[in-house]
């Protein structure tokens, strides 16, 4: 068989190096240096003439595909259907088909097992991927050729031709899939000076290439594509000996899209990552903010893909929604927006080409995965541009307006640079793993005891390094939220980040013992566990904020001895909520147009009927407190709705729901904290 393909090749202008000749192993054909002979550097292995070159102007030029434009009928039938459609019919018309031995040379459609892609994994051999971006990947790949096949056999069949009743989906699958594990891009033919007509070739899309496409992938292989005008050559770059295949490079690519599209997976794979993505509505939010700002604008959405390109790649990681958490209804910090249960599924509007380049991904430094020692070091890194999106994505309000464009693509965690947007992006991100973990850990009972095949060897390579990326990341990101101030130490006075059990424990013993009488009162309880899970938490951080506001409004006024002043960092913060939060919905600012802490300084939000009657439910716990206790701080007149409004919008603008710092996964799992911005040392 390789005898005749060589024939064929070199009769069409075709080229061979003469010191190789073509092997064949478990894994297909391949192209070796022949016995008694070595290859040096600069040596043409190959060179295809575009004459040979399968690509959609091949479909263009052919007598039945080229006749319909099928496209503007259906946006699912783009080039690269209708190629796939043209090899599908090249197949059949066998020994009249100019490309016989080519096809020939392929795996053919009655032994599609040879690829070992997820697409012809048997049960017990998914069980290996499930949970994975693979997994969901190879599902929207194989709904989406599905989805093209049925669409195109439809508009086909009222042509009335003999030829479509020879389609099969199985058939349109293979030739699919060989496009997937066998393209080269279609800018090969960019520079051709055919007869063809170059311009109405899409370059977005694969072409296949014979003879070239016989040298498989080693990420180590030094070679050069040379795209010629009248032909596509690879160039060896490093010396070669005898009997050795020659590899070639396909650019760095991960595991998940080796496994994918090619069916392999490389051990120590340098470029091996887990991907995420963020919604379009993100991405076009993200957009929106970005050309807010002065200087250049952009009509592109952020395209910053991952350290690989696969045309058919669609798997992502979670979603990341909007702005600020959701804190939930009633008296709950609630579900994070940020974290979605469809982890890994991209946004159904994405064309397959849109996916590819929405993909971000996180990986650790120099694609090293060994064990990661545990100390809080940068030994990770995510897709250039990632967590400057992350911080636009996560900024509340204020945020938005002091950011500097355009933002760096990697945020400092140090304390020194400490927000509540970068104390924000890293709990979004560490939960985001997390969940992408945990998505994949749910079926470890469900795997055999080992891999039995090629194809279970390769899946359960894949995901055990995925696991250990993800389990690499999130235990750097949690002792880094470990050791923040606040969680790492537990004296309100030095604390960035308030908790729970912070302000029920530990707050100034100026507003402490009236704090906890309002929550007993009012509540039931001032047990952290107890406000947890009966949704409490907004109730809580609310009625702490609202007695901060007083003590500091009466140490201003002097109305208090000494022993009742805040913490420096407290009255900073409140400072810098008075500047920002200026406007009360109920009160007016002094004649003179200067607001002070006295005038009740208040949201200047419209208060929304669902807040306004939450805030009627904390002021109703507030005067069960005051009725039994009437010497309390809370008995001040100025603690009405429009007062807790104001403290209950702080509360939602300036907190982060943060992961579980001892690791458990799941939303029952995370807690709310508040961040104290410009509270540090002054």
Known sequence: MEEDFKSWFLSHGGAFHPDTDIGFNSDGFFIRVRDGRDLLPGALVVSCPHALVISGLDAIHDPF?????????????????????????????????????????????????????PLWYEPEDLAWIRGTNLELGAQRMETSWRQEFEEAASLFRWTGSEQVGSWSWSLYKWAAAIFT???????????????????????????????????????????????????????????????????????????????????????????????????????????????????????????????????????????????????????????????????GLLDSRLSTQQANRHIKWVRLKGGSLKKIPGQNQALYEFSPGFLGDCSIAFANERELAEFDFPLHSSVDFSFAQLSRNKVHVMCAVTMILQRQQMAITKHDLDLPRWPVNEKQFHAARYRRNQLQILKSVIEILLESLRSLPGISTVTTRDMRVVRLENILTDSTSSILTDFRAALNSGLGTRKPAKIRKNGWVECAFTLWLCGLWLRHSSNIHGNTSPTSSLPPNLSRWLLFLSRVYWSAPDIEPKSDGHVTLDTEI?????????????????????????????????????????????????????????????????????????????????
Not at 626 to 654: F, H, M
Request: glycine share 8%; charged share 20%; proline share 7%.
């Open 602 to 682: 208040a949201a200047s939000k419209q208060s929304d009927e669902e807040t306004q009657l939450l805030c009627e439910s904390f002021l109703a716990v507030i005067n069960a407190a005051v009725t039994k206790n009437p010497r309390s701080l809370y008995r001040d007149p100025g603690v009405t709705v429009a007062r807790l409004e104001w403290c209950l919008n702080i509360i939602r603008q300036e907190g982060v729901m943060c992961p579980n710092l001892e690791g458990n996964i799941g939303e029952e799992s995370d807690e709310y904290v508040l961040f104290l911005e410009n509270a540090g040392i002054a």
């Open 181 to 343: 594990s066998r393209g080269f891009p279609g800018s090969a033919l960019a520079n051709s000076t055919s007869d063809k007509v170059p311009d109405a070739l899409d370059l977005d899309f694969p072409v296949l290439i014979p003879g070239v496409d016989l040298l498989n992938h080693h990420p180590l292989a030094k070679v050069a594509w040379v795209w010629g005008p009248s032909d596509c050559s690879i160039i060896n770059d490093d010396p070669i000996g005898r009997t050795t295949q020659i590899w070639n490079n396909y650019g760095p690519k991960s595991n998940e899209e080796l496994i994918l599209g090619y069916g392999f997976s490389l051990f120590r794979n340098p470029t091996e990552f887990c991907s995420l993505a963020v919604s379009l509505d993100v991405e076009k939010r993200i957009l929106t903010i970005k050309n807010s700002q002065p200087g250049p604008k952009s009509t592109e959405i952020p395209t910053i893909g991952g350290p690989s390109e696969l045309t058919s790649r669609v798997s992502k990681g979670p979603e990341i929604a909007l702005g600020p958490p959701d804190l939930g209804k009633g008296h709950n910090i609630g579900k994070s927006k940020f974290v979605s249960e469809n982890a």
């Open 65 to 117: 595909l080229g006749q319909f434009n099928l496209q503007s009928v259906s946006p699912l039938l783009n080039q690269l259907v209708i190629t796939r459609i043209f090899l599908m019919k090249q197949f059949l018309l066998r020994e009249k088909s100019l490309w016989w031995q080519y096809i020939r040379m392929l795996p053919q459609p009655d032994a599609l097992h040879k690829f070992n892609t």
